[in-house]
């Protein structure tokens, strides 16, 4: 990794865009989780990734650029709907997913004819997308399977010694991944819910297909046609390496609770015991969602027998919540 000394902003900017140019690989903050960047024009450059994170290479990249214009740029077209997203959410924690240029190599997008783009909106990324001026393909900046990170140490631990340099921008405010959307293909469909919801989007350009993949939260990952749309969204994802398991509170008496056992609740639940460690987070989902993976990575790192995480509300507030605890976790 890179390390001169002088940390102040612009110098650190100025060397990740010199090592992007270079083909290298910058750890960069956004307001959903950190990435992983690279030149998205570069097959080099993209396929550092896939080795640094053990990504299979059927797992498509998330671009990301510094406005609606650049996006339009490494979009084949630009349908009206993208444009009153764009308008509305960007910089925001939407994914927009569109037919590509050809520009954009096809290992960036594991082979497919389209790309996913994004605006991020954290004023370090945006910096860096400025003064590079080009497209910067970014998965998570994990390993591949585990928790995605929300601070620049959760980088450093995972990756640090496959990565060029890691700008901090300290935590992320979202702290789960973006919506996922896609308008490549007939009725726009949500591929990954997040923080901007079905609803949201809903309102700017009406109805979405009517087979969401994602209801509430629960997964339906036995719809092929969904499989083959929406490649690297596997049933167990994001996953702690300890085994986890979720739970409802009518399930409190059935749990094996012991000082190897970490359990991560919702505040305001009355849960007494003498178990490892307890970790209370908040009952508002925005706020949960922004401390949910370092909860369950400091949990992970502890080594313990097992975790276990009560499933919030099956409510459409909590969808994207939910779809991550059901991807980190078993039922128990
Ligand atoms: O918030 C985020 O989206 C973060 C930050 C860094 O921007 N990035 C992120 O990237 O979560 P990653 O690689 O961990 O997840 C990208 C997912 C892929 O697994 C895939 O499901 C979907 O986005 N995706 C990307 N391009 C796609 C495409 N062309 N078609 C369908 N799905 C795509
Ligand atoms: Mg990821």
């Not at 049933?235 to 979720?246: E, K």
Request: proline fraction near 8%; charge should be neutral; hydrophobic fraction near 40%.
């Amino acid at each position: 990794m890179t390390s001169t000394g002088d940390d102040r902003p612009g110098t650190r900017i100025s060397q990740a865009v010199d090592i992007l140019q270079r083909g290298g690989l910058v750890a960069l903050p956004t307001e959903t989780v950190y990435g992983l960047g690279a030149d998205a024009r570069s097959s080099a450059a993209v396929g550092r990734i896939f080795i640094a994170k053990g990504r299979p290479a059927t797992n498509p990249l998330i671009v990301h650029v510094h406005d609606t214009a650049a996006a339009r740029r490494w979009a084949r077209n630009w349908p009206d709907a993208a444009g009153k997203l764009a308008d509305r959410f960007w910089p925001g924690p939407l994914t927009l997913v569109l037919p590509k240029n050809r520009e954009i190599v096809d290992g960036a997008t594991a082979g497919l004819d389209s790309v996913g783009l994004r605006v991020p909106n954290h004023p370090l990324a945006l910096e860096l997308l400025r003064c590079f001026d080009g497209p910067i393909a970014a998965p998570s900046a994990n390993r591949s399977n585990c928790i995605s990170p929300t601070t620049a140490s959760h980088v450093r631990d995972e990756l640090g010694d496959k990565v060029d340099l890691i700008l901090d921008g300290g935590a992320c405010t979202v702290g789960i991944e973006s919506t996922v959307l896609d308008l490549a293909h007939g009725a726009p469909r949500i591929l990954r819910p997040g923080q901007i919801s079905a609803w949201q989007i809903e309102q700017v350009i009406g109805p979405l297909a009517s087979d969401q993949p994602v209801q509430s939260g629960e997964l339906r990952e036995s719809n092929e046609s969904h499989r083959q749309l929406a490649p690297g969204q596997l049933p167990v994802h994001y996953a702690p390496q300890t085994l986890t398991l979720r739970f409802t509170p009518d399930q409190y008496g059935q749990l094996k609770l012991d000082e190897q056992t970490g359990v991560i609740v919702l505040e305001a639940e009355p849960f007494g015991s003498s178990c490892a460690r307890i970790v209370t987070l908040p009952r508002d989902p925005a706020a949960y969602a922004q401390q949910l993976y370092a909860a369950l990575r400091d949990l992970d790192n502890r080594h313990l027998h097992r975790i276990y995480i009560q499933t919030p509300p099956d409510e459409a507030s909590w969808a994207a919540v939910r779809d991550r605890i059901f991807r980190a976790s078993r039922p128990c």
